[in-house]
Nanobody, 125 residues
């Protein structure tokens, strides 16, 4: 079974930066896509960004384009989310997820098979 562990969350000032990491273990060869989702209090869990292990194709939700960058290190089985120009709306628990299917609905949370425990990101003003 694939296991995912997030790290790097914390408290940061508005306008600052933070880098999240997701370390994967187990049979990661069975996964095709790694993604980041986030969930703020009282809101639905929403797609943030994703990357494929193979070609490194990236995807972003509109609200983070130009500010966030998702990347991967295949040798380390680790995915990163570099977050710049953070604002209060970015405050949420950030989850790493992996899916074994391929297809076009990369933003759909129910296509993901494995989830990490989440890491809290709080942006203060």
């Amino acid at each position: 079974q694939v296991q995912l562990v997030e790290s790097g969350g914390g408290l940061v000032q508005a306008g600052g930066s933070l880098r999240l990491s997701c370390a994967a273990s187990g049979p990661t060869f069975s996964t095709y896509t790694m993604a980041w989702f986030r969930q703020a209090p009282g809101k639905e869990r929403e797609f943030v960004a994703a990357i494929t292990w193979g070609r490194g194709t990236t995807y972003y939700t509109d609200s983070v384009k130009g500010r966030f960058t998702v990347s991967r290190d295949n040798a380390k089985n680790t995915v990163y989310l570099q977050m710049n120009s953070l604002n209060a709306e970015d405050t949420a628990v950030y989850y790493c997820a992996a899916r074994t299917v391929t297809g076009g609905r990369i933003w759909y949370r129910y296509e993901y098979d494995y989830w990490g425990q989440g890491t809290q990101v709080t942006v203060s003003s």
